[in-house]
Structures are given as C-alpha cells and as structure tokens.
C-alpha cells in the first residue's frame, strides 16, 4: 500500500493541518515507509501467541465489598447524610431541575 501526495494533502486538510509543497513531497515517502513497515507487521505469524493486554504482568488490587468495612463512612447511614441536604425528596437529594 503506498499513499500519493493528493492523498497526502487531502489527510492534512482532514486534519486541518496546512502544509506546503515541499512538506508534502517530504511527507510522501515517509508515510509509504510507515505502511511499509505496518505491512511487514502483518506478515508475521501470531498464531501461537496469546493476546496481552499489557507488556507487564499486571494484578488488579481488589477488596472485598463489605458494607461496615470501615463503621464511619459504611451503609446505614443515609439519614445522618441526608441531614446536610439542603433538600431531601424520598431518601435521596434534592436537586433543581435543569432540563425542561
């Protein structure tokens, strides 16, 4: 796959980006060596690798969902919450309506 310079230029202008003609010619060949290489990327056999996520081996610290983990911030407590809205409609806050 190779890319002219009026495609070169019609990407740049998608991209707002204003080049002039000896940016362009410049731009030409260095895009076809990136294809080039994306190409040689495809040709390589994968087929016994496992997709990774990251290079890294990598571990999600977890906790367990426990409510009265911690007794100041755990559940129960919706009425001592509520007690500092300024508005308070069925157990939840109240907020003015911003849509009409």
Not at 25 to 36: A, K, T
């Amino acid at each position: 796959m190779s890319v002219t310079r009026e495609e070169v230029a019609k990407i740049a202008s998608l991209a707002r980006i204003k080049m002039g003609d000896e940016e362009l010619d410049r731009m030409v060949p260095e895009l076809n060596n990136i294809l080039d290489w994306v190409e040689q990327l495809g040709e390589v056999d994968t087929s016994g690798v496992e997709p990774m996520t990251a290079v890294i081996p990598n571990t999600l610290r977890l906790r367990d969902d426990v409510v009265d983990a911690i007794p100041e911030t755990s559940g129960g407590r919706r009425d001592d919450v509520l007690a500092n809205a300024p508005v308070a409609e069925h157990g939840f806050f109240g907020v003015p309506k911003v849509i009409e």
